[in-house]
């Protein structure tokens, strides 16, 4: 249901706001640039710091301004099982295409408890869910065979696989087959999951460089390999630049230098070292971007 290069898009703010206005251009050069979904209120739209009003308006906003050109899946996520039915049930309301839904953080859930969370969820809300699996930001990891248990619901459609593990998405893709879409979670990583069977990727780096991106799945799906392996090569770079700090702090510095937003963050976010700052501004050069 839902494949190919779909972004992680950054929330931009001005003076403590949500800037509306440059979200809504984000939004529009993302599609003019051929990404093909737009996922917001996710980690890298820093929805651990925005208020329950504001979370839920950056959905809303999303789905008006993509007005079903491609799919809006959007970030609902939470550690109370509760909060995730409300999330979600506003972004059902509001027209969202699907769910992403991160695996419960610092309570660390067995895996029985992560079954019981995302079946709440889906039984409460008629809506594709994208479980979101992160065990590096949630402390806890949810296991393929969690992950089969759960695709045998009807309305859990995907799995944004970011455990860092090929293997943990093969054995994803061989225990689910086609009951299940797995998408990457790690840029670096696209290529190589989706020669085990992924089928797209949930990407930060699509932020700065969108075409690339959406080349990037299309060219493997069409069995363009060595092109594909270019392209991966040729971003490399990036995929490393945008993660010299804990993301988005890069992702919204480099938009700043492309001059998309105004690179605010929320704290405990806060703006890039001068070190890492020079090494990011080299690989923007590098790429043609500024």
Known sequence: MFTGSLVAIVTPFRKGKVDERALAELIEWQIANGTNGIVPCGTTGESATLSYDEHNR???LTVEVVNRRVPVIAGTGSNSTEEAMALTTHAKQVGADGALLITPYYNKPTQEGLYRHYKA???AVDLPLV???IPGRTGVNMLPATIARLAAINTIVGVKEGSGSVQQASDVVQLCGDRLTVLAGDDSLTLPMMAVGAQGVITVT??????EMAELVKTFADGRVAEARQIHFNLSPL??????????????EALGMMGKIDPELRL??????QDTREKLTRALKDAGLI
Do not use: S
């Not at 699509?206 to 075409?211: G, K, L, R, S, Y």
């Not at 405990?268 to 070292?273: F, H, I, S, T, Y």
């Open 58 to 60: 950056v959905i809303e």
């Open 121 to 123: 969820v889906a039984e």
């Open 131 to 133: 479980l979101y699996n």
């Open 206 to 211: 699509a932020n700065i460089m969108p075409t």
């Open 239 to 252: 995929f490393a630049a945008l993660f010299f700090e804990t993301n988005p702090i890069p992702v919204k």
């Open 268 to 273: 405990p976010l806060c703006p890039m070292a």
